[in-house]
């Protein structure tokens, strides 16, 4: 959980390289890291629980169950769950997800 939630792969792969899809799970009182992907666009696809996110620098917003968020390619993010229950989403890449896109850009240090 070194990101601040837990993340299932459901879809990627070489083969589909247009897209991957991943569950994530933010638990009660966490912000998840900092952090920004190299030239892969994201979205959020909120499930259940409630977030506040942050994108590039712009006011936090708060997210509810059915919100969709874009996240241009390189742009900074976080998500902070202040709800009493798990926040879940889909987190949608495109191009599909890369490992090496991520970038830590946290100012905390990692716990």
């Not at 879809?11 to 030239?39: C, K, Q």
Request: with cysteine.
């Amino acid at each position: 959980m070194v990101e601040g939630c837990f993340i299932l792969e459901s879809w990627n792969s070489p083969d589909d390289p247009a897209v991957s899809i991943a569950r994530a799970r933010v638990e009660p009182g966490v912000t998840t890291r900092l952090h920004r992907l190299a030239g892969i666009v994201e979205r959020y696809l909120i499930l259940t629980g409630q977030g506040v996110l942050e994108v590039g620098g712009r006011p936090p917003r708060e997210v509810g169950v059915g919100d969709v968020v874009y996240i241009p390619a390189g742009c900074s993010q976080r998500i902070r769950n202040p709800g009493e229950w798990d926040l879940v989403f889909l987190a949608i890449c495109s191009p599909r997800f890369e490992q090496s896109a991520y970038r830590d850009i946290d100012p905390a240090p990692l716990a």
